[in-house]
């Protein structure tokens, strides 16, 4: 494993040519992505590109990660020369900017009505955007999560409760833990206001 992505590079090569053969962006000549490979692939819209990710060519083309998305990013080439980890401890980003972030207590369940009232190919980006941070996560780790947050829940007999308790560890683990530690990270060179809106209406309820 790179320490740098979730992917192996010879895992992610073979996938993305594979995922260009796919969307005729293929070039039989070569044993790595060309820059026209990598240009055409730029010009294909993200629902085509999720689409194809299902191939059956695309996913049988390296093995299963314990994570469910078609690829990731590999940091350190022409294209994305810097990983974010790296660009955090080096504050290689800019400064003197006022920024005020943070989340609301049921982000999850509001964050998964959103793709309902948008385009599908928006809808699909915006799901690709907001599950890919907690896929992130090792499998021990997520194992270690679910141990914590379902202590003591009966998820046969306690339903609603444990529907909540799975949105408030989405809401968590996506929203809440990376806009607190990009903050604190953000705040050592640029002035950030974090908030957390814990507000309930009384009207609010869960559809189980």
């Known amino acids: ?44 819209s993200v629902e085509k590109i999720m689409r194809a ?31 974010p980890r790296i660009a955090w401890k080096t504050k290689a980003f800019k400064n003197d900017t006022e920024l005020l972030i943070g989340t609301v207590y049921n982000e999850t369940p ?5 793709p309902r009232f948008i385009p599908p190919s928006a809808a699909t980006e915006y799901q690709c955007r907001t599950t890919v941070p907690s896929q992130l996560l090792t499998m021990q780790e997520c194992d270690e999560l679910v141990r914590i947050y379902f202590l003591g829940i009966d998820e046969q007999r ?35 206001g974090q908030y957390f809106f814990l507000y309930k209406s009384k009207h609010d309820k869960i559809d189980c």
């Not at 990710?53 to 350190?76: Q, R, W």
């Not at 509001?110 to 959103?114: D, F, L, Q, R, V």
């Not at 560890?169 to 607190?180: A, M, R």
Request: charged residues 25%.
């Open 158 to 192: 306690e339903r609603p409760r444990a529907v909540e308790t799975a949105m408030q560890l989405q809401t968590d683990v996506t929203f809440l833990c990376p806009s607190k530690a990009f903050a604190e990270s953000f705040s050592e060179v640029n002035k950030v």
């Open 110 to 114: 509001m964050g998964s009505m959103i």
């Open 53 to 83: 990710a299902e191939h059956p060519k695309v996913t049988a083309a390296a093995p299963k990660l314990p994570i469910d998305t078609p690829f990731l990013p590999i940091f350190g080439d022409e294209y994305i020369p810097i990983a």
């Open 1 to 44: 494993m790179d320490y740098y992505t979730a992917d192996r590079k010879d895992w992610a090569l073979k996938r993305a040519k594979a995922l260009a053969s796919v969307l005729g962006c293929n070039d039989t000549q070569n044993t790595f992505l060309t820059a026209e490979q990598i240009q055409c692939l730029r010009s294909v």
